[in-house]
């Protein structure tokens, strides 16, 4: 499906005035505008709150909800269908579920269901993107699609685009199972996912000094493409990756894979063999790490990291505190805290809730506060509130 395609749509249709007021009674908050007109910080009682100078809702995120409430108002008789979660927030969702959205059922076996969209229904992409199969089976269904795609996800396609064009494996920085990386692996002729510098590491190993092929096969099973040999599609690679992951992360992958290829091939063979990433962690994504990276410097007791818990960003960001030795809780809202002195989180790299006991301090304390890209202001200051109730203040 191409943008001349009159069933397609990129660009919304004119309504984003129309449903500000909506959004922003919805999303926006009163004190969290205060907060940051007074230096991010504020004080009641004997509680300080300190929130990161960049977090919540980025420019991505706000053009995919915008995008979604406009195509409801532009199709107020349509089934409306949206092929996965619009961003990792429940609140969000929920609100679009309240609005008759349908959102794709998924079956046992994790696939989505799509035998209920019919000619005709209007199905939204969101802002993740969706896969090349699944952009092709709604076009034969002859279905009209607002496509809120975030720009930068598209730029990483591009780059993964150029990289089949010239017959290059894309090394992929990512979650195999995440929805964006699904989404760029589809667009490539040759893949291999890598989640973190140690498996990059083991893939690194594998083209310098060889090894199992069933062996590798099996750790990334899940992760190449289909038919994929180790042996024959290893030996010329672009580096690409899933814009939320951590920047410092994927600047090590591209070197470590940039200097395996230059000891295998010779620096004069290098680009023959190796294609540079550039630089394709978003913006927004960046500024929130590095604001986190500054936050956690202060002196804090605690730190409150708020977003949906499949928020890969929002994950991210958990683990810069955590990497610092901060006691630290990623929530999905002030729904995680209490009764009393209670707080239930997720840990990182678990898939399971833990309710931690007497988690605020006694005395006088400041709490560092952030929150991934695909968060309201409205839940942080519910959050907040919720703490200060806590405290009995």
């Known amino acids: 499906m191409t943008s001349s395609n009159t069933k397609y749509h990129r660009k919304g249709f004119g309504l984003k005035d129309e449903v ?28 300080t709150i300190k929130l990161a100078q960049a977090f919540g809702f980025c420019w991505g995120v706000d053009r995919a909800v915008s995008m979604a409430y406009e195509t409801r108002k532009h199709f107020p008789d349509r089934r409306i269908w949206i092929t996965n979660e619009i961003i990792h927030n429940p609140v969000v969702n929920n609100n679009l579920r309240g609005m008759d959205i349908k959102f794709t059922p998924v079956t046992e076996d994790g696939q989505k269901d799509f035998s209920d969209i019919s000619e005709g229904d209007v199905v939204i992409l969101p802002a993740f993107g969706a ?39 894309a090394i992929i920085h990512g979650k195999y199972n995440h929805e964006e990386t699904i989404a760029t692996s589809s667009r490539a002729k040759t893949y291999l996912i890598v989640q973190n510098m140690a498996e ?82 978003c913006d927004a994504t960046q500024e929130r790490q590095d604001a986190m990276l500054q936050l956690v410097e202060e002196k804090l007791d605690v730190m409150v990291v708020i977003g949906g818990y499949n928020s890969s960003n929002t994950g991210h960001l958990q683990e810069i505190a955590v990497h610092k030795g901060l006691p630290s809780y990623h929530i999905e809202s002030a729904a995680s805290i209490g009764p009393g002195n209670t707080i239930t989180h997720k840990p990182v790299n678990d898939t399971k809730l833990v309710t931690t006991e007497s988690w605020l301090p006694n005395g006088t304390i400041t709490i560092g506060i952030t929150a991934g890209a695909s968060t309201p202001d409205q839940l942080i200051s519910d959050v907040i509130a919720r703490i200060l109730e806590a405290r009995g203040l």
């Open 200 to 281: 990059a590491e083991w893939a690194a190993d594998y083209i310098l000094n060889g090894g199992s092929k069933d062996e590798f096969q099996s750790k990334f099973a899940k992760s190449v493409s289909p038919d994929f040999d180790p042996d024959k599609h290893l030996n010329r690679l672009g580096v690409a990756n899933q814009t939320t992951m951590l920047k410092g992360e994927t600047e090590q992958i591209g070197k470590l894979f940039e200097s395996t290829m230059m000891r295998k091939y010779g620096p004069d063979k290098l680009n023959d063999h190796f294609l540079s990433p550039g630089d394709t962690i």
């Open 131 to 169: 896969s090349v199969e699944e952009m092709q089976l709604l076009e034969d269904k002859s279905c009209e699609v607002v496509d809120t795609t975030c720009p930068w996800v598209s730029r990483v396609w591009n780059r993964v685009g150029k990289y089949t064009d010239s017959d290059f494996t």
């Open 20 to 47: 500000q007021v909506e959004l922003k009674r919805e999303y926006e908050s009163a004190l969290i505008s205060q907060i940051r007109k007074s230096g991010n910080s504020l004080v009641v009682g004997d509680v």
